[in-house]
Each structure stands twice: as C-alpha cells, then as structure tokens.
C-alpha cells in the first residue's frame, strides 16, 4: 500500500501526467491527476495488496498506467492478472450469451421446459444496438422502428 502510493505518482509522471492531488484514507489512496488541459483522471484504489480494487474515473489511458504500476508493485501480481484475466472472461461470457440467444443454437432454447417462454427476450436495435424488449415496436433509446 505505501509503496503505491509512491509508485502510482512516479508512473503517472513518467507518463506524462501531473498529479494534482493525493488524498490518502485509511485503507484506500485517491490520486486526481490530469494531462493538458484535457485529459483527467481519479485513481481510487483499496484494499490489501492480495486483494486490491482499482477503480479509474476518466481517461482510458489512466487506467492503464495506473495498472501497470499496480502489476509492478503488486507483492503477487500473478493474483492481479489473475484478477484481469477473470474480467476478460467474463466479458467474454456475456457476448457467448448473448450470441446463444440470437445465434445458430437458439433452437436449444425453445428444448427447453415451457418456462422459457414467459422470460422477458431482449433483441438488439438494428439501428443503435440497444437491447429492447422482445414485444417493444419501437426502440427506447433511438425510437427506431423495429424490423426484426
Ligand atoms: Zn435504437
């Protein structure tokens, strides 16, 4: 913990970052840190080093300095990656699901027992990608028609 708190700023800087604001708490470090005029970020990270949460509020390329400085000095970064590997596959699951209900194996679905049939079914838009309900005519976020 102590030493992210030193090596999260170091990283930042090294990439370019100014670190505006370190505000420490008792088990949680808050870093506000901006590039330019345009670029900022909120690094909040908590917890043991076994058991770390990072949370990064704004750019995109905050979050990955700040997880290299954590893999860096994780005391097991195996359990870090570990825990990004874990996000990856989750996401991954979701888009397996999501393919298995409008995919080549929908049918497996209707096999299954009549309860299936009352849950509610969400369909993507054509036009913006938003999941709609199966019985909306139009599309909630972009009110297009629905065609499918
Ligand atoms: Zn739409």
Same mark, same amino acid.
């Given at each position: 913990m102590e030493s992210l708190q030193k090596t999260l700023p170091e990283y930042f800087q090294r990439a370019g970052w100014t670190v505006e604001k370190v505000l420490p708490f008792t088990n949680s470090v808050? =870093? *506000? $840190?901006?590039?330019?005029?345009?670029?900022?970020?909120?690094?909040? =990270?908590?917890?043991?080093?076994?058991?770390?949460?990072?949370?990064v509020d704004g750019s995109g390329e905050a979050m990955d300095v700040a997880e290299a400085a954590l893999t860096d000095s994780c005391d097991n970064p195996a359990a870090l990656v570990g825990y990004k590997e874990q996000k990856k596959? *989750?996401?991954?699951? $979701? $888009?397996k699901n999501i393919v298995g209900m409008f995919g080549p194996h929908a049918q497996a679905a209707s096999a299954q027992p009549m309860t299936v049939e009352k849950e509610v079914v969400m369909i993507p838009c054509k036009y913006c990608g938003a999941l709609m309900d199966d019985t909306a005519t139009v599309c909630p976020n972009c009110g297009a028609k629905r065609t499918l």
């Open positions: 808050m =870093f *506000e $840190v901006k590039k330019g005029f345009l670029e900022k970020a909120t690094i909040h =990270f908590q917890g043991a080093p076994q058991d770390l949460t990072l949370e596959i *989750e996401q991954q699951e $979701v $888009v």
